[in-house]
């Protein structure tokens, strides 16, 4: 069944972060909102539907994670990811950031040295930070307009200490995936070092036509033993507001260990809703939906890649997964404040602004291109009045 992305659909005054807090974030409640990583394309009719008739009952109590649900993920995961995943691996958490910051509290100390790898999703920093772990920051190095891991850094580090590394895989928001090889370095070095890997695998659907998303801890059970990998359907269906991923931890005491934390905090109980758009989402349905998704997203940032490449000298990153593209102001000679200043209020752009992600994202801005065709063209548009600074 084809699908159509080009609806356009109106989200002002539904408590929308990405439209409804505009003139909170940006001084501008006009903006053409292209920033917090949801998408404006719905979620498909059968997951809408499920909540619908599960929403004909009039009870939403207490509810479990039944097997139809553990089902629907090891069925994903294996026909999706290649993965063979069991049932009894899998944990939950109230959205993947929250189980980041369960993670952190139940598998290392207070003072322990956290790798993580900027220019980064901002929550790598501040989970780290607020459960008073220290942030040890292995940046990407850069070259033609593609990052790459500083495994000599990494290795160093390791050998200093460092307890856990959180890997954003694929990569926000840079937009990589990691290829076998360099999954397998970072493992060895983990490996080697005790360093628990936390795997954030939420944007690992969205991966563009032939390209291929690798899980870390799919790669051998040591890697397994040492993995935490977190995975939702709220990226891929659009379903963020549901707030409810999971975890997959193949080690026993691990989980243990994690679910002890979840119970402390009294946040394993989840949403009745979250669960039902799962077990509608993880579907052949789901499957078929994501492949158009994904042709539509990957026109998405070739028109916008391309229309920049026209009247500016920007420089895009191209994504091999994700719907955003980091682009490289770092030509304009202006600096972050007028740059964001220029595309705000002169341009009427709502991007996000590199720094958020890292020092080492001075002079970019993420652009998130999920979105209707027709915004791409406004964006572009709207550029294109502020194009003599590029
Ligand atoms: C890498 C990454 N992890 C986690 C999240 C947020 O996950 P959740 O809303 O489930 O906490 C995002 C959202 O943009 C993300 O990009």
């Known amino acids: 069944m084809p699908y159509n992305f080009d609806q356009i659909v109106n989200r002002d005054s539904t408590s929308c972060v990405k439209y409804d ?44 994670r039944d097997n139809e649900y553990l089902q629907a993920i090891t069925w994903w995961y294996k026909s999706f990811h290649n993965w063979d995943i069991k049932a009894e691996w899998i944990d939950f958490c109230p959205g993947v950031v929250s189980g980041i910051s369960h993670a952190i509290r139940a598998l290392t100390q207070p003072g322990d040295g956290i790798i993580i790898q900027p220019p980064v999703y901002p929550p790598f920093f501040s989970t780290v930070i607020n459960n008073h772990r220290r942030v040890i920051e292995n940046p990407l190095l850069e070259s033609n307009g593609k990052y790459y891991i500083n495994f000599e850094l990494l290795e160093q580090q390791a050998k200093q200490g460092a307890k856990m590394l959180i890997l954003s895989s694929p990569h926000n928001p840079v937009g990589r995936l990691w290829t076998k090889d360099e999954l397998l370095e970072i493992g060895s070095i983990c490996l080697k070092n005790n360093i628990i890997i936390i795997s954030d695998e939420i944007h690992s659907d969205l991966v563009y036509p032939g390209q291929n998303h ?133 341009a009427g752009l709502g991007f996000s602004p590199g720094t958020e992600y890292g020092r080492q994202g001075s002079g970019f801005m993420r652009v998130n291109v999920a979105c209707s065709r027709l915004t791409i063209e406004m964006a572009l548009e709207q550029l294109k009045t502020v194009a003599n600074h590029f």
């Open 21 to 64: 807090l505009r003139q909170t974030v940006f001084g501008n409640p006009d903006v053409l909102p292209m920033w917090v990583a949801d998408m404006d394309i719905p979620t498909p009719d059968f997951i809408m539907d499920a909540l619908r008739n599960r929403l004909n009952h009039p009870i939403l109590g207490y509810t479990f």
């Open 214 to 346: 690798i899980s870390i801890a799919s790669l051998s059970e040591e890697l397994a033993a040492i993995t935490v990998t977190f995975g939702s359907i709220s990226k891929t269906f659009n379903t963020a507001g549901l707030a409810s991923g999971f975890a997959i931890i193949p080690n026993n005491e691990v989980k243990k260990k994690y679910a002890d934390e979840l119970d402390a905090s009294g946040a394993g109980m989840g949403n009745a809703i979250g669960m039902v758009a799962l077990k509608a989402a993880f579907t052949p349905d789901g499957k078929q939906w994501l492949n158009q998704l994904m042709r539509y997203l990957e026109g998405n940032v070739k028109l916008f890649i391309s229309g920049l490449q026209q009247f500016t000298k920007i420089k895009a990153i191209e994504p091999q997964a994700t719907y955003l593209i980091w682009l490289d102001f770092r030509n304009s000679q202006l600096d972050d404040e007028k740059l964001s200043a220029l595309l705000i209020k002169q």
